[in-house]
C-alpha cells in the first residue's frame, strides 16, 4: 500500500536536543554512571564541565574520563572559564563568563572549537560577542538558580530580540526545570541550560530528571 505524503509526514516523530547540561558543584562518587545513563536519555547536545573548587590537575584527570564519555554519546564537551584545560584535553569547546577569560586568547587557543560567552540580559554584551564571533551567546538568569544564587536576572525580552537580531545559538540559563523551561524556548532559546534540577533533585534521581524534558 502506497502512502500519501501527508501520512507518511504525520507518521514521523521529529526529536530535537534542547538540553545543555551542566555539571554539578561538585564531584562525587557515582558521577560518571549517572553521567553516563542521563547521557544515554539522548536529549542532551551539549555537556559543560564547571567545578570551580576542583585544582586543575583533578579537572584534567577527570575531563579525560569525560571526554570518552560524551564522545560516545555524541555530546559535544564544554570546559567552563579554563582555556588552557580546554586545549590539553581538546574538549569540543569552552565557556567564558564576563570576567573569565579573553575571547581573543581563547580564540588564539582554540582556533575553530565552540566558544560561547555569558550576555546575561544585555543587549550590548550580545553585540560584543556576535562581533567578537562567538558560537553561543548564553542569557540568564531568568529563574532563582541553585548554582548561582546571587546570578542578576533577564527578562524574558532579551530572547525575543535574540531571536529577532543575532543570528547565533541562543542558550537560557538559571535555575530552569521541566516546568518553567517551555516558555523559554518559545521565547527563542535554542537550548536550555539546566544543572540542579538534574543533579540536585531531592525527589528524583538523575536519569529520571533529564526524561522530564520532552
Given at each position: 500500500?502506497?502512502?500519501?505524503?501527508?501520512?507518511?509526514?504525520?507518521?514521523?516523530?521529529?526529536?530535537?536536543?534542547?538540553?545543555?547540561?551542566?555539571?554539578?558543584?561538585?564531584?562525587?562518587?557515582?558521577?560518571?554512571?549517572?553521567?553516563?545513563?542521563?547521557?544515554?536519555?539522548?536529549?542532551?547536545?551539549?555537556?559543560?564541565?564547571?567545578?570551580?573548587?576542583?585544582?586543575?590537575?583533578?579537572?584534567?584527570?577527570?575531563?579525560?574520563?569525560?571526554?570518552?564519555?560524551?564522545?560516545?554519546?555524541?555530546?559535544?564537551?564544554?570546559i567552563n572559564?579554563?582555556?588552557?584545560?580546554?586545549?590539553?584535553?581538546?574538549?569540543?569547546?569552552?565557556?567564558?563568563?564576563?570576567?573569565?577569560?579573553?575571547?581573543?586568547?581563547?580564540?588564539?587557543?582554540?582556533?575553530?572549537?565552540?566558544?560561547?560567552?555569558?550576555?546575561?540580559?544585555?543587549?550590548?554584551?550580545?553585540?560584543?560577542?556576535?562581533?567578537?564571533?562567538?558560537?553561543?551567546?548564553?542569557?540568564?538568569?531568568?529563574?532563582?538558580?541553585?548554582?548561582?544564587?546571587?546570578?542578576?536576572?533577564?527578562?524574558i525580552n532579551?530572547?525575543?530580540?535574540?531571536?529577532?537580531?543575532?543570528?547565533?545559538?541562543?542558550?537560557?540559563i538559571g535555575?530552569?526545570?521541566?516546568?518553567?523551561?517551555?516558555?523559554?524556548?518559545?521565547?527563542?532559546?535554542?537550548?536550555?541550560?539546566?544543572?540542579?534540577?538534574?543533579?540536585?533533585?531531592?525527589?528524583?534521581?538523575?536519569?529520571?530528571?533529564?526524561?522530564?524534558?520532552?
Amino acid at each position: 500500500m502506497v502512502r500519501k505524503s501527508g501520512e507518511r509526514l504525520s507518521s514521523l516523530i521529529i526529536l530535537r536536543k534542547i538540553i545543555y547540561l551542566i555539571s554539578p558543584k561538585k564531584f562525587y562518587k557515582n558521577f560518571y554512571q549517572d553521567l553516563e545513563s542521563v547521557l544515554d536519555s539522548k536529549k542532551v547536545k551539549y555537556f559543560q564541565l564547571r567545578f570551580k573548587k576542583e585544582k586543575k590537575y583533578r579537572i584534567i584527570q577527570i575531563s579525560k574520563k569525560i571526554k570518552k564519555i560524551t564522545q560516545k554519546h555524541k555530546v559535544k564537551f564544554i570546559i567552563n572559564d579554563k582555556i588552557d584545560v580546554a586545549k590539553i584535553v581538546n574538549a569540543d569547546g569552552c565557556h567564558l563568563g564576563q570576567k573569565d577569560g579573553s575571547i581573543l586568547e581563547a580564540k588564539k587557543n582554540l582556533k575553530r572549537k565552540i566558544l560561547g560567552v555569558t550576555c546575561h540580559g544585555s543587549k550590548s554584551l550580545a553585540k560584543k560577542a556576535v562581533k567578537d564571533r562567538v558560537s553561543y551567546l548564553a542569557f540568564g538568569s531568568f529563574n532563582q538558580s541553585k548554582l548561582k544564587p546571587k546570578a542578576s536576572k533577564a527578562k524574558i525580552n532579551i530572547l525575543k530580540w535574540a531571536k529577532k537580531n543575532v543570528k547565533k545559538t541562543i542558550v537560557a540559563i538559571g535555575g530552569i526545570d521541566n516546568l518553567n523551561y517551555a516558555r523559554l524556548i518559545k521565547n527563542g532559546a535554542n537550548y536550555i541550560a539546566i544543572s540542579s534540577y538534574i543533579w540536585d533533585n531531592p525527589k528524583l534521581k538523575p536519569d529520571a530528571a533529564i526524561r522530564k524534558f520532552k
